[in-house]
């Protein structure tokens, strides 16, 4: 089971508040938590829904939106109960308060782990249920008629007996004073107008015409522009700085030192680069200096086989490693990886003495605006985040490092900076994805299926720092996620060997998660396994899911789809990954060629996915194929090396993603379902490195266990 499934998944018991200005500024109603006392119980604005007088319907969103579609999504859901159409909305950035705008199911304000429409689905819907309910309720009462003679349409009440109507907006003064339902109905399946249907994304129009805003197109008024270096060295500090050349640059106003960092503040962004050149600038690299990838790969080497941590023991595995050998043992082995963002690393500040008001992207704001507390000594409240639009997360964005580096620089500052990371610092300063290990020991029945199946996974413990909430007895339930295996083997055990990165390394999530790092050694390994027990790798993996029925169903949709039973011709070979994980079922079958000089090339890739209700399916699909190229990226090209102590990647030139020229065909088949919805943001990631593994496998016979994908292992010439 998923770390996001072991998560406690309760959501507490909920009240509906409904409150007008005296100045008839609007109604707001939506979803709180129940109030601890009789003020709290003030009638007071609720976080998710206000409905002036006149005009369009605010909804203000709890998740960022990041380009996974959760506005367009969290928008349906509440208009959707609501009974309004999506042009009678707009939608609103939700402020950093986590008091009011928290995931329920991680207690804090973060955008993460395809954890959003999971956590907010019944809760957006009866936020929208609740205020649809009240206005009825109210218009009823105006009317003097049974309120199950009305109903809600197009944001208007309509009593059908007599033919009036009334608008939303008109009904707020009186709705003020009408009794929240504890319970409201929502409404079927059946009765869905928006709940499942393909719908364009909200945010695409001013993505198309300039005119959104993301972090990095804040521009307060009196702002200046900052252009920042790191000290390269993990741990390392700044020595010392000749800052004379800088200032001479036309256009420089000011050079900033950090105890590990230097920033030119300047008129303009250019002017801030140049004198950022012009600086001489020496580092201590400190405790790192000289540390390289080769050293850090053996030192995860001699971790393998370390005694770890159990994190769980079926069955008796010693024994039947003992009495049913010999025991198949598989080491897989996954690099450095960054994340990349299309948008680089930014932060806009201005600090006062009596406040702070931040301009910034992120994916945790009310720890953004803790760090940004804490850095300049000021109260929380007094501290001000303005959200704005992602250029992608990725997990980048759950860690708010370059929020605090910003905060350092501006607090030397008069008035607001603009610090603006170049491609450089982002790659060489990421919170990365680090090396992890897998091996997997497994043995087999006289029929071939796996007896036994021991996972030992060697990596470091990102929850321990990020969410110890997420750790059990040392145990980081995130990079164990799925360890044992989907597939039904009587005896199984999983250990954690916890090796972190150097000191002064920042590791972090990565897309996937927890099932980037594990889904490619255990589909590799019981491809292996398929293998050894001469079976056809679809037909193995079906006999062991007959106790996962989803999971099974996306299989064969997958199979079917790709046409598994057709002929190959030499040199190509399909593969298959499977995933459960964030709630959702996928299957993914990927089409190889590879010539004799050992040129891959990734042909085609069929997803089969089951993520219960899906609220837009367009959405749904485009998640998907977004996963899959960013997976297909970081199979081959993905790896982050180490020099001196510092990352030697610093752009696209170094650090390649896939271009179009490479992209395969994408087809994604979604399974119509009723359950309640998963997560789809994370699913179409993990599956693409382990298929194109065992794609290549059955088009040359060679078998890779590390990522990236070496091609000059493919040589057969």
Known sequence: MSIH??????????????????????????LRPSPSSAAAAMLEPNPFIRIPAEGKIVFVMPSVEMGQGIYTAVAMLLAEELEVTLDQVELEHAPADPSRYANPFLGDQI????????????????????????????????????????????????????????????????????TVPEEVPLKPASDFRLIGQSVRRLDSPEKVNGTAKFGIDARPEGVSYAAITICPHFGGKLRSVEEGPAMAVKGVKQVVRTDDAVAVVADNTGAARKGLAALTVAWDPGPSAGLSLSELERRADEAIGSKGLQAINEGDVTKAEAEHGPAH???????????????????????????????????????????????TGLPVEKVVVHNHLLGGGFGRRLDVDGVIVAAKIAKQVDGPVKIT????????????????????????????????????VIGPSVMARWMPAFTREGIDLDI?????????????????????????????NWRGVGATRNIPPIEGAIDELAHLAGADPLEYRKRLLGHKPRLLGVLNLAAEKVGWTTALASGKGRGIAILEDFGSFAAMISEVSVTDDGSLSTQRIVCAVDCGQAINPDTVEAQIESG???????????????????????????????????????????????????GIGEVGTPGV???LLNAIFAATGKRLRSLPIDQNELRRV
């Open 5 to 30: 499934d072991r998560a406690n998944l309760a959501v507490s018991r909920r009240h509906f508040l409904i409150g007008a200005t005296l100045t008839g500024a609007g109604l707001v109603i939506g």
């Open 111 to 178: 955008t993460g782990g395809s954890l959003s429409i999971r956590a907010i689905y019944e809760q957006m819907r009866k936020a929208g249920a609740t205020a649809r309910v009240m206005l009825i309720n109210t218009a009823a009462r105006g009317w003097n008629v049974a309120p199950d003679t009305c109903k809600a349409e197009a944001g208007k009440v309509v009593h059908g007996a007599s033919g009036r109507s009334a608008a939303y907006g008109s009904l707020i003064e009186a709705a003020a004073s009408e």
């Open 329 to 375: 043992e598989f080491v897989y082995r996954l690099p450095i990886l960054t994340h990349t963002a299309m948008e680089p690393m930014n932060c806009t500040l201005h600090v006062r003495n009596d406040g702070c008001e931040v301009w910034v992207g992120t994916q945790v704001m009310g720890r953004a605006r803790q760090a940004v507390a804490e850095v």
């Open 421 to 456: 990371w170049s491609r450089e610092e982002d790659i060489r300063h990421d919170c990365y994805r680090y090396l992890n290990y897998s091996k997997v020991t497994a043995t087999l029945n006289t029929d071939g299926t796996p007896l036994s199946w021991r996972h030992q």
């Open 480 to 508: 164990m996620t799925g360890a044992e295996s989907p597939y039904a083997i009587p005896n199984r055990h999983t250990e954690f060997v916890r090796h972190e990165a150097p000191d002064g390394m920042l590791t972090g």
């Open 628 to 678: 899959i190229v960013y997976g297909l990226s970081a199979a081959l090209y993905g790896r982050i090396t180490v020099e001196n102590g510092a990352v030697v990647e610093g752009n696209f030139d170094d650090s390649p993603v896939v271009r179009m020229h490479e992209m395969p065909k994408i087809e994604v088949h979604i399974v119509p379902s009723s359950e309640p919805p998963g």
């Open 689 to 691: 490195a382990p298929s």
